[in-house]
């Protein structure tokens, strides 16, 4: 793996072996000596940046007692390559696989593309239920706890980041478990608009096709690395950070913010949904 910058698989590989090291004990520095190696070369690892090759990645497995099955999973790391990276969770829940969350908490702003359902760091409680509740892949005994980490991750929703929501005027629309349950997202929805560090804009359906009938996608940018597009689907997930895909979505999001209604006017809209449910 040749030395670069810190890439979504690279951090994943650095987090790894930042793990099996805090294990062993060892400290950067006695490592490194046990190997003979320079100390930046560890600390080049654990922040994901590469610059050894197999055999080494092997001795350091080796020298931190990692199991095969640890040794399996960053070696597959090592090796991965390419502009995206694909998981397919063992749960079948790609909104739950550790890198996402680790991603969404180290950002400093998020953009989230929305066409069909309320966006996830924005839905209530009992929405997010009934959503887990029609999943194919969750068993019905699972539900209650995957519901319960899906609202979790509204955690990050705090002042020392910002949060943009483009969301389709149909995913307000759709009807999600009783009319009390739309009636409390749809009353969430504007109390989360009024935050300064949140902005909700609505793409209402007299704006017609649009760039982000792509599907959903949210974009994650970072104060230290490169921004992340992240996507997924029923039971895989997709993190690219390569510049090409990236602009690509970029353009994407700045053409549906061109048809977006206001902050104002999105507020309006989601009030008359509001006062229209019975």
Not at 33 to 40: D, H
Not at 50 to 73: D, F, M, N, P, S
Request: net charge negative; with cysteine.
């Amino acid at each position: 793996m040749p030395k670069r910058s810190s890439s979504v698989v690279g951090r994943e590989f650095g987090g790894g072996i930042r793990a099996l090291i805090a294990r062993t004990g060892y400290t950067h520095r006695k490592l490194a000596e046990l190997l003979g190696w320079q100390e930046a070369k560890i600390s080049d690892l654990t922040l994901g940046k590469g610059g050894v090759t197999e055999q080494e990645v092997i001795l350091l497995l080796g020298y931190c007692q990692a199991t095969v099955e640890e040794r399996e999973h960053l070696l597959e790391l090592f090796h991965a390559c390419g502009s995206a990276w694909l998981q397919m969770p063992e749960d079948g829940v790609p909104d739950q696989v550790r890198t996402l969350i680790d991603h969404e908490q180290d950002a400093e702003e998020i953009v989230t593309w929305s066409m069909i359902l309320v966006p996830g760091l924005l839905q209530t409680p009992d929405y997010g239920y009934v959503v887990t509740e029609c999943s194919p892949v969750i068993e019905a005994e699972d539900v209650p706890s995957v519901a319960a980490a899906r609202a979790a991750r509204a955690g990050i929703l705090e002042p020392d980041r910002k949060f943009v929501f483009l969301i389709h005027e149909q995913a307000l629309e759709l009807p999600v478990g009783s009319t009390e349950v739309m009636r409390e997202q749809l009353a969430h929805l504007l109390r989360m608009s009024v935050r300064k560090y949140v902005s909700i804009r609505i793409i209402p359906r007299s704006a017609g096709v649009h760039a982000g009938t792509c599907g959903d996608f949210c974009l994650m940018k970072f104060p230290k690395y490169p921004p992340v597009v992240y996507a997924d689907s029923v039971n895989y997930c997709l993190f690219f950070d390569d510049p090409e895909t990236v602009k690509i979505h970029e353009d994407i999001l700045t053409a549906l913010a061109a048809v977006a209604l206001s902050e104002e006017e999105s507020r309006e809209v989601i009030d008359n949904i509001l006062e229209g449910l019975q």
